[in-house]
C-alpha cells in the first residue's frame, strides 16, 4: 500500500469520514490539525468550529492534536477544513494511492474520482486510466479501506496500491503463462468469422448464407460470454446513474442481436437480412481493440518495470569478516556490501576498499562508465565493471536514489496534466450525448419510412463507434511515454504540469556556480617570471611541493593542475602556514613564500612585471596567488618575484553546447549569480550569454525571475543550490541539478540526474514531443468522434465497420504516444 503521509503528519487509525450516530445530531467528524502550540490555540480552533451552522459539538485536543466534531447537514468536512484554515492553523493530510479495475473510458475515470471526492475527509482526487490507478491526498487517520469502499460502491474494484519499489521487495508479480485476454479474443474470432465469412464471399461475387438457427448458435456465446465484460460493466454504471464505453457496446449489440433474434423467431430467415454478424463482430473487435490496447499500455510503462529491474533481489554482505548473500531487504546502514566485477551495485553508499568503472547509464543516462575509488560514492543500480568493490551502506529501501527516482517517475506519470481539464469536462457528458444521438437517430430514419430494421442498424452503429476510451488515453499515455523516456536518459520529470510547461518556455535563466561551472576552484593561469624560472613546469612543480599535504581547496587546484601536466612534486622541509597570508618552505634547498599580495607587500617584492596580466584576471574574479623566492641570488637575502597563480571556476565542458542549444531552440538565455560581476560577464561572454545579472543575493533571486517573467513569458530556472530554491519555485519551471542540493531537487519540477547543462535543453525537447503527441491524439480522439458519429447517423456506416473504427481508435492513440519513446538525445527540434 502507497499511503504517504504528508507534511510529516502520521496516520491515525480512527477515521476522519462522517460516521452516523444518533438521528437528528448529525454526523461525527474526527481529523488531525496541525500547527496548535498553546491552550489558546484550542479555544481559537474549537471557537472557528462552533461557529459554522449546525455544529452543535467541537471538541479539540492539543496533547492529541485531533478534533471531534458532529455537525448536521449541510456543513460537511470541506467547511470545518475551511473554517480551521482560516483560524490559521491546518488539517493534517496523507496521501494514498489505489489500484482500479473496471475502468474502460474516461466517463469511468469522471466516476471514480466523483465517488472518491465525496468521501468526507477527500481534498483531492486524481484518477489515470492508463496506469488505473488513482492518487487521493485526504485527511490523516482515512484508510485505504474506506476509500477503496466508496470506489467499488460505484462500481469498480479498488486495492492499495503496490509502488515499484515495494513489489521488487516482495518479488514482483508473477506473469501469467498464458493471457487469458488474448485466448478469448481468438476464441471469439474463431466464432465471428463463419458469420462474417458470407459477406466476405459476396464480395467476391458467391451468395452463400449460414443457417439462421447456426448464426444464432455462433452469435450466442459471443454475446452472453464472451461478451459478459460490457454488460457486467454498463450495468454497474446504469445502477451509479451514469454511463461508459462498456454500456454502449452492450446496448449496440443488444439491439442488433434482439432484432436478429426476432426476425428468427417470427419471419423466418427467409428474405430477411440477420444482423447476427454485426453484434459478433463488434464484440470481438472491441475485444481484440481491448487486448492490443492492454498491451500498449504495458509498453508505456516500461521505463517503471525497466528502473525496477535495476534493483538486486540479493547482495553479499560482510559482516565478522565472512561474506554471505543476504535479501536486500535485510541489509542495514553500515553494512558491507561486496560488489564483484559484473554485479549491480545493490545500495546507495561509499566505496570503502577497491577501486573500478562503474556503468550508472540507467540510473543518470550517462552512456560511458566512471571511475569510483575509495571515499567516491556509488549507486544503487549501477553496474561494477572490472574491479571488486566494497560498499559501506549510507541509504536503503526507499530512501536509495533509485526508490526515489522511480516514485517521482510514477508521480508524474499518475498525475493528470492542465490540458486534461479539457477531456473531463467533454467525457462528463460523452456517453449521454451519444445515447440521446442514437435515439434521435432511430426516430428520425423510423419517421422518414426507412423501416424499423434500418432504425435500429443505424442507431446501432451510432453506439458502437462513439469512443470515449481515445478521449481518456490521449493525455495519460504521451505524458506516460515522455517521463519515461526522460528517466532512461537521465531527466527526472517530477509531474505532468512541469512536463507540460516546459513545452512553451521562452527564457531559461541559469545559476552560474555549479550549474554552468564546475563549483570548485581550478587553477586557470600560471604564469613565471623569466628570471626566477626557465619554464612553466618547474614554476609549478614548487608551487606543487609546498602545497601537497595541504587540503585548502586552492592548494587542491594545484596539484589537480600538476598531475594532468604529468609534474610530480618533489619533498619540501621546513613547510609553515602563515595565516591569512599563504604559505613558506623549502624546495630543492631553497626558500620559497606562496600567498596573497598583502603577503607580497610585507616581502617588498615587487609583482609590477605581471601586475597587468594580474589585474586583467582579477577583473574576470579570478583569484590572484604569488610566488616568491628567497634566496641570495637577489642579493642580501632579499624575496623577489616567482611567479603568479591565477584560481578560477572552471566553465563545464558542455555548457557552451548547452547555451547553443537553447538558442538554436529559440530559447533566450540569461545568467543569474550571486557572483562579482567581472566574474559572471566573464562567463557570459564565454558561452554568448547576452543578458548576466550579477550580484544577486539569494533572497532577491525570485525577485529577478517575476522581473524575467513579466518580460520574457514562461521562464525556466536551472539551479543546484539552496539558494536556488526560492528562484525555482517562482520560476514557471524549475530544473535542478542531481549533483546539487536535495532542497534545490524538491522546489524544482524537473531534475537532471547528473550535472550536464546540456540536458535542459533536452528536457525541453521532451516536452515539446510530448505537447506534440498530446495535441495529436487529441485530435485523432476527437476527430474519430466528431466525424464517426454523424456519418454513422446518416446511415453511411456499416455496425461492423464502426465497431472496427471504435475498437482502434484508442490503439492508434496509444501507438502515437509510443512513438515518444524512440527518442534519444541529439538534436533539438
Request: charged share 15%; net charge neutral.
Amino acid at each position: 500500500m502507497s499511503t504517504t503521509p504528508a507534511n510529516t503528519i502520521v496516520s491515525s487509525p480512527h477515521a476522519p469520514a462522517a460516521s452516523h450516530v444518533e438521528p437528528g445530531t448529525g454526523q461525527e467528524f474526527q481529523f488531525g490539525i496541525e500547527g496548535m502550540t498553546w491552550a489558546s490555540c484550542v479555544n481559537r480552533v474549537e471557537k472557528a468550529l462552533r461557529a459554522l451552522p449546525g455544529v452543535s459539538r467541537a471538541d479539540v485536543n492539543l496533547a492529541t492534536e485531533r478534533a471531534t466534531v458532529i455537525a448536521a447537514p449541510p456543513t460537511g468536512f470541506g467547511d470545518l477544513s475551511a473554517a480551521v484554515e482560516k483560524a490559521g492553523y491546518g488539517i493534517a493530510v496523507a496521501e494514498t494511492d489505489l489500484d482500479i479495475q473496471g475502468m474502460t473510458c474516461a466517463s469511468c475515470v469522471n466516476r471514480v474520482e466523483k465517488a472518491l471526492r465525496k468521501v468526507d475527509g477527500v481534498t483531492e482526487a486524481t484518477v489515470n486510466l492508463a496506469t488505473e490507478t488513482a492518487h487521493i491526498r485526504h485527511a490523516a487517520g482515512l484508510s485505504a479501506g474506506q476509500l477503496a469502499a466508496a470506489v467499488e460502491k460505484a462500481g469498480y474494484a479498488a486495492s492499495p496500491h503496490l509502488s515499484a519499489p515495494q513489489a521488487a521487495e516482495g518479488g514482483g508479480q508473477a506473469v501469467p503463462a498464458r493471457d487469458p485476454e488474448l485466448l478469448r479474443v481468438l476464441l471469439a474470432a474463431a466464432l465471428s468469422l463463419p458469420l462474417l465469412a458470407p459477406m466476405l464471399l459476396a464480395l467476391a461475387g458467391t451468395h452463400w448464407m449460414l443457417p439462421g438457427w447456426a448464426q444464432l448458435a455462433l452469435a450466442t456465446p459471443v454475446q452472453f460470454w464472451l461478451g459478459a465484460r460490457f454488460y457486467r460493466a454498463g450495468w454497474k454504471a446504469l445502477k451509479a446513474r451514469t454511463g461508459n464505453m462498456d454500456l454502449l457496446v452492450a446496448l449496440g449489440t443488444s439491439a442488433a442481436y434482439g432484432l436478429s433474434l426476432y426476425q428468427l423467431a417470427w419471419l423466418g430467415d427467409e428474405g430477411h437480412h440477420l444482423y447476427f454478424e454485426a453484434a459478433a463482430v463488434v464484440i470481438t473487435l472491441v475485444l481484440l481493440g481491448k487486448w492490443l490496447e492492454s498491451r500498449a499500455k504495458r509498453r508505456t510503462a516500461s521505463a517503471i518495470r525497466a528502473l525496477q529491474a535495476l534493483q538486486p533481489a540479493v547482495a553479499r554482505v560482510r559482516r565478522d569478516g565472512r561474506e554471505q548473500d543476504v535479501a536486500i531487504s535485510s541489509i542495514a546502514v553500515g553494512d558491507m556490501v561486496v560488489v564483484r566485477p559484473g554485479e549491480r551495485i545493490a545500495v546507495d553508499g561509499i566505496v570503502a576498499e577497491g577501486a573500478s568503472h562503474v556503468d550508472e547509464s540507467m540510473v543518470t543516462g550517462e552512456s560511458l562508465p566512471v571511475a569510483r575509488q575509495v571515499n567516491d560514492k556509488v549507486t544503487g543500480g549501477a553496474i561494477n565493471a572490472e574491479g571488486l568493490l566494497v560498499v559501506r551502506t549510507t541509504a536503503i529501501g526507499a530512501e536509495t536514489t533509485l526508490s526515489r527516482i522511480i516514485r517521482l517517475v510514477e508521480s508524474a506519470q499518475a498525475a493528470k496534466a492542465p490540458i486534461q481539464r479539457l477531456v473531463d469536462q467533454v467525457s462528463a457528458v460523452f456517453v449521454p450525448v451519444v445515447l440521446v444521438i442514437a435515439l434521435v437517430t432511430l426516430l428520425a430514419w423510423w419517421l422518414s419510412g426507412a423501416g424499423t430494421e434500418q432504425a435500429i442498424i443505424h442507431a446501432v452503429a451510432v453506439l458502437v463507434i462513439a469512443c470515449p476510451c481515445a478521449l481518456g488515453l490521449a493525455t495519460p499515455t504521451a505524458i506516460m511515454a515522455g517521463t519515461g523516456v526522460g528517466a532512461r536518459h537521465g531527466i527526472l520529470i517530477k509531474d505532468a504540469q512541469a512536463l507540460e510547461t516546459a513545452h512553451a518556455v521562452k527564457a531559461v535563466v541559469f545559476d552560474k556556480t555549479g550549474t554552468l561551472t564546475e563549483g570548485k576552484p581550478a587553477l586557470v593561469q600560471a604564469l613565471p617570471h623569466a628570471s626566477s624560472f626557465p619554464d612553466r613546469a618547474a614554476f609549478l612543480r614548487v608551487a606543487a611541493s609546498l602545497q601537497q599535504n595541504s587540503e585548502h581547496p586552492l592548494a587542491r587546484a594545484v596539484i589537480a593542475a600538476a598531475s594532468e601536466e604529468g609534474i610530480a612534486p618533489v619533498p619540501a622541509s621546513a613547510v609553515s602556514a602563515l595565516p591569512g597570508r599563504g604559505i613558506g618552505g623549502r624546495v630543492d634547498g631553497k626558500d620559497y613564500r606562496l600567498g596573497s599580495t598583502r603577503l607580497m607587500q610585507e616581502l617588498g617584492v615587487d609583482t609590477g612585471p605581471l601586475a597587468a596580466e594580474a589585474a586583467a584576471l582579477e577583473k574576470q574574479g579570478h583569484t590572484i596567488s604569488w610566488l616568491a623566492c628567497l634566496d641570495d641570488e637577489a642579493g642580501k637575502g632579499r624575496a623577489r618575484l616567482g611567479g603568479m597563480l591565477a584560481f578560477g571556476d572552471r566553465i563545464k565542458a558542455s555548457a557552451s553546447r548547452a547555451v547553443g542549444d537553447l538558442h538554436a531552440l529559440g530559447i533566450r538565455t540569461v545568467l543569474l549569480t550571486g557572483d562579482n560581476a567581472g566574474s559572471a560577464r566573464a562567463v557570459g561572454e564565454a558561452l554568448g550569454i547576452a543578458e548576466v545579472i550579477a550580484e544577486v543575493l539569494p533572497a532577491d533571486k525570485a525577485a529577478h525571475l517575476k522581473r524575467l517573467k513579466q518580460a520574457h513569458g514562461r521562464v525556466a530556472m536551472v539551479g543546484d543550490g539552496i539558494n536556488d530554491a526560492p528562484a525555482l519555485a517562482e520560476a514557471d519551471v524549475g530544473i535542478a541539478m542531481a549533483t546539487g542540493t536535495d532542497v534545490a531537487m524538491q522546489a524544482a519540477g524537473i531534475t537532471l540526474m547528473r550535472g550536464d547543462p546540456a540536458l535542459v535543453a533536452q528536457a525541453i525537447d521532451i516536452s515539446r514531443r510530448t505537447y506534440a503527441k498530446i495535441r495529436q491524439n487529441l485530435f485523432w480522439a476527437f476527430f474519430y468522434n466528431l466525424i464517426g458519429i454523424p456519418l454513422a447517423a446518416l446511415g453511411l456506416l456499416n455496425p461492423v465497420i464502426a465497431g472496427a473504427a471504435m475498437a482502434f481508435s484508442s490503439v492508434s492513440v496509444i501507438s502515437n504516444a509510443l512513438l515518444l519513446t524512440r527518442w534519444k538525445p541529439g538534436r533539438t527540434t
